[in-house]
């Protein structure tokens, strides 16, 4: 087990390489210069200049891209072109709210995804499967963006229960903080759900015709006690291994929801500053994203491998 | 020969039933009702995008400035937009621009994806890792965040979203393709053309891609289905379809500064992308089910 | 008596104390779009001038009709050879740090807009030689040359005043916590979220100041922020849109408050910056393909269709209602058969192929979509190409693109919104235009004060480059701010800043 840790943990160097040198081509990619980007109205050949000295766009691409490793390993991870605000800061004061959106988007879909799962696995191809089917899909088959859309027309222009945007955190005021992010926690959420539906389905299918689940049946228990207690709690393990490979799927759902409901997270600060041209920023927080969702797909490998004993050969 | 080899090798092993892989895998996607109906909304919405000229009742580009923003009504069954164009009109023709998005991008995927993913999955070692690692950042890095980055480097339009779409969602079918090989590469018929000398090319291509084409079949029907809602995405954000053609993401981008005053211009484009996207994703987990082996 | 007097007065401020501890007001601005640094010299958006509105004071200030008024300083005065001028402070102001606002804190501003790396305000203020302190509350600005529109600049970021002590602490990362001399203190900033700031009790005008707290925030998309003020958790927004005028003048709770930009939205053909400019169809059809584009676009159907008739139709770099506007040269109604006889006559031939380089915003592309349809009559071949705004500064800049949709949003000074466009090599000059004639013009025109004489020169400068110059003025917009019934004596200027002073909340 050790070994397949410190092997697993050993993987990470190249990868984490890889994620840099993709960050990094991010920026040759764009086309566009960010000093222009940064004058905007005020274009004046000196200062775009010295902007372009300042931030050492100017020299060649390995170079600063040197540069940035040199910072990233001493914890240093730039500044803002447009803010000036040093990236870290800029991180930490937004990755709060992406994860509370996160979490909350998680307890979306585990309702959802693993009641429907459940449900369309115990009456496999029944109507009732086909149309828990169709809800838990509903989610992942309307873009984030649009439902987005939709329910602020619905809940907060038409109804004027929600607020139609903004963020408040949960240590401000508890339930204002509620209000502001169910609606993006919920669009989320419905993505997310279908892929926990597809596994809670699969393993609870295999489940149910496995030998316990058979035995369980023989010594008379009612059917809800099969399902619920002996298929279920079997199944579950794996899903939420699997789903949390999946968690990546999540954040990069955030990008365009909080876009819409304009949530000053990860996923808005990244898409402003593709379209600002704030490579700093850019590269900061893909970084930090990346690392994040390679993390987590670390921790729920390791964690597969111990409730499969069998794999860990 | 060796396809003979491959080809007993695997009616053993469903010598249970003497019908085709091909024939039973039909057979059990009709039992699966919502993978009918999905594919049945697909052939439909396939046959709406060919027959577009035919069909839509105006030029989806004709702009009728006496008759901007009107509600649906008998002449325009959907209503008319920003400009008094027939929305209707611009809601089939936007499904050309969705479909297409969703079978190219994919194809391109599934080209570069595959190939890379036998090559890893069967040469193993260094190769095998570099891969691999590459893969892995690829997928660590936020898909639309990749996305959005080719489409402005290659320059707004549909073919461009559609390579970008197609590059950000190779890494899946690299995986997916190296995974199966891993498991299939120790079967008895791939041992067996190796013993005969069959050279590498010929076995991955011959041998191995037959047995792992069920799940990539599997996994193309749902990539589809997501690569269409990137398409919408990218078009949404002014990356993808150039006007005055129509595609449902643009639209939905300018139905949202329109929302209180005329929603129909925001809902029917919707509509037909969750149509859409939801046929894919219903028919893909039928065939799931379908091509399981484990399933009965 | 007098005793009584005292403590009735004592008590009143007491209750007026107690009453605004109960009650703190706060006014919610929507914001479109999230604010770059909160630097005056480092700040180029026009949000951000929003937001320093509040926060900084500024040497002068404009009036509604676009006249120079002055703020922090009382008056000014120009030396008859024009090369020198004389500024006269206001006494007894002070920087939200305690620190007095005199000739020195001016000058040490002035300098840092001029030298500070990265500075923006360089170009504005490069027409000063040098600063000398007169006294305490005089300075005096010695130029190079005369130039007119200097005091102009001095009514925008140019000539806000910074606290010289904050400043030399934060070096770069003023920004991050401005230190000015506005009605308003800056107190937090959480980035895309919010921007607070709170009352100055030592500001030179406090008895116009009514509202304790401003919150300023971001809310990008049109339709949500309209909702968030319909619904009560913003009190007043800026850019509404014209689509929406309607729904808002309808609504009870709401009321408008418009006014004329002082910028314009047009069209950029290039004439000769790089390849596609030079063998473009503007290259080489010269002005004659311009005209013929210009005569195929009828512009008021362009606010009718796109902005319900809420603009104003406009052919120059300055609308009509601005005491600049050339009426010699009125507004052009659609001529297709001219269209079409200039294009022949410019040699090139229909469908002549035009890459339009579009905004990547929704309205933009509206606007892009009717143009097109209205050239296309006249036989140029629009291809829209929607382009990000990073992408396109890049390609306008390097000449990649036939024609461009762009505005600009505009300066007090008609120099602002001309100067800079039209004269040979200048920085947003991107479409290859230069006729030293027009050159020697725009110059003169910086040298003069009066406004008649002013008008004169302009309007030869005009002639031709309304002819030739390559930019298709199409129309100014409205600046439209909603806000609700809460907010009262509310004014706006046409700058579309929003200022905060002699406004007050009801309850």
Known sequence: MLTFIAKRLLQLIPTLFFVSVIIFSLQQLLPGDPALVMAGEERDPDVLAQIRKQYRLDEPVPVQYLYWVKGVLSGNLGESMRLKEPVLTLVLQKFPVTLQLALMAIVVSLVVGVGAGIISAVRKNTAIDYGVNVVALWGISTPNFWLGIMLIFLFSVHLGWLPASGYVSPFEDFWLSIKTTILPAFVLGNSFAAVLMRHTRSAMLQAMSSDYVRTARAKGLTERVVVLKHAMRNALTPVITLGALELGTLLSGAVLTEQVFSIPGFGKLIVDSVFNRDYAVVQGVTLVTATTYILLNLLADIAYVLVNPRLRS | MATTTAGSAASTATQWASETPAARAWRRLRRRKSAMLGLVIIVLLVAIALLAPLISPYDPAKQSW??????????????????????????????RASLMAGVVSISIALSLGVPIGLLAGYRGGFVDALISRITDAMLACPN????????????????????????????????????????????????????????????????ILPNILPSLLVQATLSIASAIIAEASLSFLGLGQQPPAPSWGSMLNTAQRFLTQAPWMAIFPGIAIFLSVLSFNLFGDGLRDALDPKER | MQRRAIKALAIAALAAMAQTAAAQSTLRVGLAEDPDVLDPTLARTYVGRIVFASICDKLFDIDEKVNIVPQLATGHEISPDGKMVTIKLRTGVRFHDGEAMDSEAVKYSLERHMTMQGSFRKPELAAIEKIEVADPATVRLLLKAPFSPLIS??????????????????????????????????????????????????????????IDRVVYRPVIDSTVRLANLKSGSLDLI?????TDLKEIKADPK??????????????????????KGKDG?????????????????????????????????????????????????????????????????????????VDFMVPNNPESRQVAEVIQAMAGEAGFDMKIRVTEFATSLKQSEEGAYHAFFIGWSGRVDPDGNAYIFHKCGAPQNNRG???????????????????????????????????????????????????TQKVEGYKQLPDGLVRVVGVKLKP
């Open chain 2, 66 to 95: 006496t008759l901007v923003r009107k509600p649906p009504n008998w002449a325009h069954w959907l209503g008319t937009d920003e400009s008094g164009r027939d929305l209707l009109s611009r809601t089939i023709w936007g499904a």
């Open chain 3, 238 to 242: 800026e850019r509404a849109l014209a």
């Open chain 3, 433 to 483: 235009y230069c006729n030293k004639e027009v050159d020697a013009l725009l110059d003169e025109a910086r040298t003069k004060s009066a406004v008649p004489e002013r008008k004169a020169i302009y309007e030869k400068a005009a002639e031709k480059i309304l002819a030739e110059g390559g930019i298709i003025y199409l129309y100014h917009r409205l600046v439209i701010i909603a806000h």
């Open chain 3, 281 to 353: 169809p503007f290259g080489k059809g010269g002005a004659k393909a311009m005209q013929a584009l210009a005569a195929a676009i009828d512009r008021e159907a362009i606010n009718q269709v796109a902005f319900n008739g809420e603009f104003f139709p406009g052919n120059q770099w300055i609308s009509p209602r601005n005491p600049y506007y050339q009426e010699k040269f009125p507004l052009p109604k659609r001529d297709l058969a001219l269209a079409r006889k200039l294009l022949a006559e410019s040699g090139l031939k229909a469908p002549v192929e």
């Open chain 2, 144 to 207: 639309l965040i990749l996305a959005i980055a080719l489409a402005a480097f290659l320059g707004p339009s549909l073919t461009n979203a559609m390579i970008a779409i197609g590059i950000t969602a190779t890494p899946i079918f690299v995986r997916l393709t190296r995974g199966q090989v891993l498991s299939v590469k120790v079967e008895d018929y791939v041992e067996a053309a190796r013993a005969v000398g069959n050279p590498a090319w010929r076995i991955a291509f011959r041998h």
């Open chain 3, 153 to 210: 600049q001095l009514a925008d970021r140019a000539g806000m005043i910074v606290s010289p002590k904050a400043a030399k602490e934060a070096g770069d990362k003023f920004g991050l916590k401005p230190v000015c001399a506005g009605p308003y203190k800056f107190v937090e900033r959480v980035q895309q979220d919010r921007i607070v700031v709170e009352k100055f009790a030592d500001y030179w005008d406090k008895g116009n100041v009514h």
């Open chain 3, 254 to 275: 709401l009321k408008l408050a418009t006014q004329t930009e002082i910028g314009y939205q047009g069209l950029t053909v290039n004439l000769g910056n790089g390849a």
